[in-house]
């Protein structure tokens, strides 16, 4: 069964980039035909899907943040990366990192998901 584990620092000051990992286990994240994404809630807000990378390596972004966004992996390490830029306290969110066969995941009921690791932007 895929595990997914987000990782990263937890507090961000405005400006600067946010940085997040997403490891797997149990799985490649080669794998024919998977979408791996990042998605966020921030508080008392729904859930926010932000992009995605499949198993060929494209990648896929919400228009609303594509500007700021940037999703890699490293194949070798079986994980792959957020990079969020110019960041303000409205990037507070907890964000997750989840594996489904289409890009898009906005719903808990969709694919596999990571526990959630909470983003705080701040000065």
């Known amino acids: 069964q895929v595990q997914l584990q987000e990782s990263g620092p937890g507090l961000v000051k405005p400006s600067q980039t946010l940085s997040l990992i997403c490891t797997v286990s149990g799985g490649s994240i080669t794998t024919n035909y998977y979408y791996w994404s990042w998605i966020r809630r921030p508080p008392g807000k729904g859930l926010e899907w932000m992009g995605a990378i499949d198993y060929s390596g494209s990648t896929y972004y919400s228009p609303s943040l594509k500007s700021r966004t940037s999703i890699s992996r490293d194949t070798s390490k079986n994980r792959f990366t957020l990079q969020l830029s110019s960041v303000t306290p409205e990037d507070t969110a907890v964000y997750y990192c989840?594996?489904?066969?289409?890009?898009?995941?906005?719903?808990?009921?969709?694919?596999?998901w990571g526990q959630g690791t909470q983003v705080t932007v701040s000065s």
């Open positions: 989840a594996r489904d066969t289409v890009a898009v995941v906005d719903s808990f009921d969709q694919g596999s």
